[in-house]
């Protein structure tokens, strides 16, 4: 089985930040990675998929990197709406596997 | 616009069988896994299974003992079942829709979900 590990587990930042989550696989994934924002109560939303594709509706502030084994998401100006946790997820076998999430908390 | 529904008990006792069902609207997309994930309070996601239209099933090895995932494809339904249950498996109940969209697959439709308390 594949293990996703995200750093940091959390963070705080202020409304204009750029911001940076990083997703490591314990195996390599290609580009088979995808991130999800999930507010409370809610269910997640896709926001990334193939590591850097974003998904349609999501804002361009919201943008991915990375292939193999270590994944980067970024928000190049964090916004009072993105407050919210990220988890990354592979595609590339079965199971699928989640990150442990990283919750981004208002400064 | 797909949706998904999660429905069943929000009680389940301990040692017995949690049983869920996931209502589809729009079932013209073939190529996705019908997806069960769980997310206990204040947790993280769990993956638990999928099964795809033609009957490959694929569950997570943790759970894969007390697990089943099936599909009425003609009521657009996908059900889950976990046996044995425990406080442990105290959730949030997740169907989602593993899709292959532009050639990679990736959860774009969620349910709600349903949150299901294991208790005497």
């Known amino acids: 089985d594949i293990q996703m590990t995200q750093s940091p587990s959390s963070l705080s930042a202020s409304v204009g930040d750029r911001v940076t989550i990083t997703c490591r696989a314990s195996q390599t994934i290609s580009i088979y990675l995808n991130w999800y924002q999930q507010k409370p109560g809610t269910a997640p939303k896709l926001l990334i998929y193939?590591?850097?594709s974003l998904q349609s509706g999501v804002p361009s502030r919201f943008s991915g990197s990375g292939s193999g084994t270590d994944f980067t998401l970024t928000i190049s100006s964090l916004q009072p709406e993105d407050f919210a946790t990220y988890y990354c997820?592979?595609?590339?076998?079965?199971?699928?596997?989640f990150g442990q999430g990283t919750k981004v908390e208002i400064k | 616009q797909v949706q998904l529904q999660e429905s069943g008990p929000g009680l389940v006792k301990p040692s017995e069988t949690l049983s869920l069902t996931c209502t589809v609207s729009?079932?013209?997309?073939?190529?996705?896994?019908w997806t069960w994930i769980r997310q206990p309070p204040g947790k993280g996601l769990e993956w638990i299974g999928n099964i795809f239209k033609t009957g490959n099933i694929n569950y997570n090895p943790s759970l894969k003992s007390r697990v089943t995932i099936s599909v009425d494809t003609s009521k657009n339904q996908v059900f889950l079942r976990l046996s044995s249950v425990t406080a442990a498996d105290t959730a949030i109940y997740y169907c989602a829709k593993d899709s292959r969209g532009s050639g990679w697959y990736h959860f774009d439709y969620w349910g709600q979900g349903t949150l299901v308390t294991v208790s005497s």
């Open positions: 729009d079932d013209s997309n073939t190529a996705y896994y």
């Open positions: 193939a590591a850097s």
């Open positions: 997820q592979q595609s590339y076998i079965m199971p699928r596997s």
